[in-house]
């Protein structure tokens, strides 16, 4: 089963704009993880949030965490035909649930 | 390298036989994990081991699917009897014991059942 859900599903957008993608859970969280998926590869790890963390930031990207909501956001800033992807929320307890994903494309 | 290996990286089987996916994770790492995924899905969990002990199954699980970790170290997933249902990507994963942090994906052994 999977525990998130990614909003959008699909994205598409031009070299240089931003990406925005949303993820809401179910339960009580410990972390919730992003990773990204090239098509027909392997998960990549993005990102790690603490439940006590409200933002964290890596290079280009910027993760939210609002536990009262139940909700995360992943933005890619400056994006570029590299980026294009599959983006997953994954939140843990011992193991990783993963959402279902938004599959994004960037355009030259 | 020293990342995570699966093998074979793709199998086409008919329906009814059997196939069995290895996965040599990263050396040092404690936890090993399976997923299984669709087209257009996300990973879905079907197993994890703490050391050589299977600590959790999905109970999406079927008895036809087993995996093992006879010394702590690669894992097998076979399956029996294979139905076209079970035609997916099989992922691998490992992380250190302070789970689960971050996990280190393999490249997936896609399985087709004809």
């Known amino acids: 089963s999977q525990q998130g859900e990614e909003d959008p599903q699909a994205l598409s957008i031009q070299e240089g704009e931003n990406a925005t993608m949303n993820c809401s859970y179910k339960?009580?969280?410990?972390?919730l993880q992003w990773y990204r998926q090239n098509s027909g590869r392997g998960l990549v790890h993005l990102i790690l949030?603490?439940?006590?963390?409200r933002e964290k930031h890596s290079g280009r990207l910027r993760v939210t965490l609002d536990t009262s909501k139940k909700s995360s956001s992943l933005l890619i800033t400056a994006s570029r035909a590299a980026d294009t992807a599959s983006y997953f929320c994954a939140t843990d307890a011992d193991k990783l649930i993963f959402g279902t994903g938004t599959r994004l494309q960037v355009f030259p | 390298d020293t990342g995570v290996s699966q093998n074979p990286r793709h199998k086409i089987t008919k329906r009814g036989q059997n196939v069995t996916f290895r996965c040599d994770p990263i050396?040092?790492?404690?936890?090993l994990y399976w997923y299984r995924q669709t087209l257009g899905q996300g990973p879905e969990f079907l197993t994890y081991f703490q050391n050589e002990a299977q600590l959790e199954k999905s109970r999406l699980l079927s008895d036809r699917f087993s995996a093992e970790r006879p010394k702590g170290s690669f894992s097998t997933l076979e399956i029996q009897r294979t139905e076209q249902g079970d035609s997916a990507m099989y992922l691998c994963a490992s992380s250190h014991y302070s789970g689960p942090g971050e996990l280190f994906f393999g490249e997936g052994s896609r399985l087709t059942v004809l």
């Open positions: 050396s040092e790492h404690n936890r």
């Open positions: 339960t009580s969280i410990n972390n």
């Open positions: 949030i603490r439940s006590n963390e």
